[in-house]
């Protein structure tokens, strides 16, 4: 069935390293994707949007690919930190109704 | 600090009672969106209201409902709660809908069914 998903449930990575979070979408027609970081007892916190007529959209060290050929996203964060340890979701936008992925827990080690 | 506020912060109650939850969203925001999150579903949309009146729906139960007042702030009210109600309900709001506007959540509120 349709569906928004993450490939991975948990991602650990080094203090300064690249961390890539993935998402698949499986509509075609979604329009407006979003990421959202989540910490602990916090409500989702807005990271980064794209909208389907973008392949790429760049915020401060973090970076969205959208590739509509293979209904993926993703969530590039540059010289991850600490603060950046949290659960990542994406989200599709589809008709006014938004759906989101289960989400992915970012570990970032000292 | 998003500017989305939500009360209560906990809210502890038993099977069959009803409770509801309150929302205020960010200056200048027009809709309201509900949310319920809970560990084995996720984030679900359950409902959306836009100056007042329901905008959409989403996986939101019969025994659930909401609204929107003048004032923007809203309520979700849910009656005959169940063990597996227990979840975080979140509140988010964005300008006018979520195609074109960035949703803000609120900090939650943690409801347990006992």
């Keep these: 069935g349709e569906s928004v998903g993450l490939h991975l449930p948990t991602l650990s990575v080094q203090e300064g390293d690249n961390s890539i979070i993935n998402c698949a979408y499986s509509n075609s027609a979604s329009d407006y994707f979003i990421w959202y970081k989540q910490e602990s007892g916090k409500g989702p916190q807005f990271i980064i949007d794209i909208r389907s007529n973008m392949d790429k959209r760049q915020g401060q060290r973090v970076t969205v690919l959208l590739n509509k ?16 340890s949290a659960v990542y979701f994406c989200a599709e936008n589809r008709s006014n109704d938004m759906r989101f992925g289960a989400g992915t827990r970012l570990t970032v080690k000292p | ?6 009360t209560p912060k906990h809210l502890i109650t038993a099977t069959g009672q009803r409770v509801t939850l309150r929302c205020s969203p960010r200056s200048g925001d027009l809709s309201v969106y509900w949310y319920q999150q809970s560990l084995d579903q996720g984030l679900q949309f359950l409902i959306q209201y836009y100056n007042g009146e329901e905008r959409a729906k989403g996986n939101i139960l019969e025994r ?14 849910l009656s005959s ?10 509140c988010a709001s964005s300008v006018t809908n979520p195609v074109t506007d960035t949703q803000y959540f609120g900090p939650g509120t943690r409801l347990t069914v006992l």
């Design chain 2, 1 to 6: 600090d998003s500017g989305v506020t939500q």
């Design chain 2, 64 to 77: 659930f409902s909401a609204q929107q007042f003048p004032d923007l702030h809203s309520e979700l009210n």
């Design chain 2, 81 to 90: 709660l169940e063990l597996g109600d227990s979840a975080l309900y979140f």
């Design chain 1, 69 to 84: 050929t293979v209904k993926h996203l993703s969530l590039q964060i540059a010289a991850t930190q600490p603060g950046d």
